[in-house]
């Protein structure tokens, strides 16, 4: 079995952010969560709060030899608009800040070149917040996969996959 490693992200709501991310080729798994904050395994209405310090994000797991963790990162990049502080189009409040959350020093170092390297694309200055992981809590169930359960439309922020492939940032299926 080849080795996985894993990479936390949170762009606003997470149900679009692990809609894109599932479609990357070399991700094998996202899990729709909360991380970043201080309370101890908040539920939902907790962190919709903004007292927890979450935020809502994505556990993705993926094959290094397929997609690499800086091609995770441009996918993030390109998925929102990180200039927005404490929100994401409709959805305000800290709990949908753009954060990257390292799970490595080599990940924090990549996290950071990465933003300066984002930040050319920007009029704005990148409001991304990027520190060490340290906890993660899985989002209650009815979060997880919601567009593939819920047969809805992805509607969050998130580019649509075609131009996120037309970019080069998802290889062609």
């Not at 949908?96 to 390297?117: D, G, M, T, V």
């Amino acid at each position: 079995m080849a080795e996985t490693e894993t990479a936390t992200f949170g762009a606003g709501c997470f149900w679009g952010v692990e809609w894109v991310f599932r479609r990357v080729p070399g991700v094998l798994d996202v899990v729709s969560g909360y991380s970043g904050g201080f309370a101890v395994d908040p539920s939902y209405r907790d962190v919709c709060t903004g007292t927890t310090g979450h935020a809502e994000v994505v556990q993705v797991t993926f094959d290094p030899s397929i997609v690499t963790y800086d091609q995770l990162l441009e996918v993030f990049w390109a998925m929102h608009d990180p200039t927005q502080l404490d929100r994401q189009g409709p959805d305000v409040g800290s709990q949908y800040r753009s954060i990257i959350l390292a799970h490595s020093p080599e990940q924090l170092e990549s996290a950071r070149a990465s933003k300066e390297h984002a930040q050319a694309r920007y009029p704005q200055p990148i409001a991304t917040e990027i520190k060490e992981f340290t906890v993660f809590y899985p989002a209650e169930d009815y979060h997880q996969r919601y567009y593939e359960h819920g047969g809805h439309v992805p509607y969050c922020h998130v580019l649509p996959v075609d131009v996120l492939r037309e970019q080069g940032l998802i290889p062609a299926s």
